[in-house]
């Protein structure tokens, strides 16, 4: 089998989804850092890859690529305890990993990138605040939930966490204020409590 090689931006929250699930299945891989702040995902090799010129990319065989995060997750969990077999189960990591994409992530994470990352959060202090209205309406969403459940999806840890947690957990990053959110915080550290758990800036063991 070919080494899997892993196009990632070390903080970004989208590439860490796929890094933390590649150690937790104990799947060597090779991870390539791609700097998106330094244009070298819009550079013509890159967009050969990836037309759409976003991390992660993962190369699954020489010149055979996957883009979208959440695709990844699903690739690569197929066959494992991570993705359920049963046909509702299956859905339901679906339909989280949809709201993690459509309703979490454009204002989680963007918001991350904008203060933290890009260290712009004065200049684009109005946008911002349209962005936490929306993503305390996806963090309410998930305290409900989880008010009666441990994890997301059939009560165990699954791919549908995992795309969840990876911008969650650092959403004080964003501006958000996750301490009014008792049950999120109790399923964080239910996911750091995971073998093989790696922080969002950690080099994976597995990575060659």
Known sequence: METLRLYDFLPSGNGYKIRLLLSQIGMPFERVEVNILKGESRTPEFLSKNPAGKIP?????PGKYLAESNAILIYLSEGTEFLPYDRLLRAQVLQWLFF???SHEPFIATS???ISILGKG????????????????????MESYLQTHNFFVGERYTIADIALFAYTHVADEG?????????IQAWIERVKAQPEYISITEESKYCI
């Open 112 to 114: 991350r990138f904008l």
């Open 175 to 183: 501006g958000f204020d996750l301490t009014q959110f008792p049950a």
């Open 100 to 102: 993690e994409q459509n």
């Open 122 to 141: 004065d200049q684009y202090k109005e946008a911002i605040e349209q962005k936490h209205k929306s993503g305390y309406a996806a963090l309410s969403l």
């Open 57 to 61: 990319l993962l190369e699954i065989e």
